[in-house]
């Protein structure tokens, strides 16, 4: 039953190492830390993803910045008090490592950042369309983790698949794939001042709709 509910949130990634570790927290006498790594898209931007990982896969002394990794493991969250409010935190949490050269890349970029997720609708998802007419859906999918616990993963949807995702309730049972992506955007704070920070969210390649038996 583990091994199932492993599989049912996988992803992959290699790309360059662009800061220093940073502490996260600690579990039973096990530190976790915060690096980030930029992954190349097909076209001319990256992503910047964060990952989360334990001080026993590697030594976090020392400075990796510019040196290439690939990484497998999960998409996962957690939610920070902020004051009265709660902040939805990812990261990928790496369950395997290893660097890897320049000759040892794949051809093709897709195979640099995939993930795959088995999980339920957990709010109504948000279909629109841009200005430009191109339709967009946002869903929340809770994919189940061991001991009962659950990560709330952002997914967006394009064309068809969105108009797709939009049909699907609450609850509706859905097989993902895409890639992880991080997207700016500017958050209001009060009448003049804004902030900008960065989301983080699976950009949808194939969705499918999983009939559960009764």
Excluded at 6 to 14: L, P
Excluded at 105 to 117: R, T
Aim: aromatic letters at 10%; glycine letters at 6%; hydrophobic letters at 35%.
């Amino acid at each position: 039953m583990l091994d199932k509910v492993i599989e049912n949130n996988r992803v992959s990634i290699i790309g360059e190492v662009v800061s220093e570790f940073q502490f996260s927290h600690e579990v039973f006498g096990e530190g976790f830390y915060l690096v980030n790594v930029s992954v190349d898209r097909l076209s001319d931007m990256v992503d910047i993803i964060p990952l989360m990982i334990s001080e026993r896969l590697i030594d976090v002394t020392k400075d990796y910045r510019g040196m290439k990794i690939e990484v497998s493991g999960q998409f996962r969250s957690y939610n920070r008090h902020e004051g009265l409010k709660n902040k939805l935190i990812l990261s990928i949490f790496v369950r395997e490592l290893q660097f890897v050269e320049d000759d040892d890349m794949p051809q093709e970029q897709s195979k640099s950042n995939q993930i795959y997720l088995d999980g339920y609708v957990c709010k109504p998802p948000i279909y629109r369309k841009t200005p430009l007419g191109r339709e967009i859906a946002d869903i929340l999918i809770a994919v189940n983790r061991p001991y009962g616990k659950s990560d709330y993963i952002p997914c967006i949807a394009w064309g068809r698949n969105a108009r797709f995702a939009s049909t699907i309730e609450v609850g509706g049972h859905l097989q993902v794939q895409g890639r992880v992506q991080s997207r700016e955007y500017t958050k209001k704070i009060n009448e003049e001042e804004t902030e900008k920070r960065v989301a983080y969210e699976v950009s949808v390649s194939k969705i499918d709709f999983v009939e559960d038996e009764e």
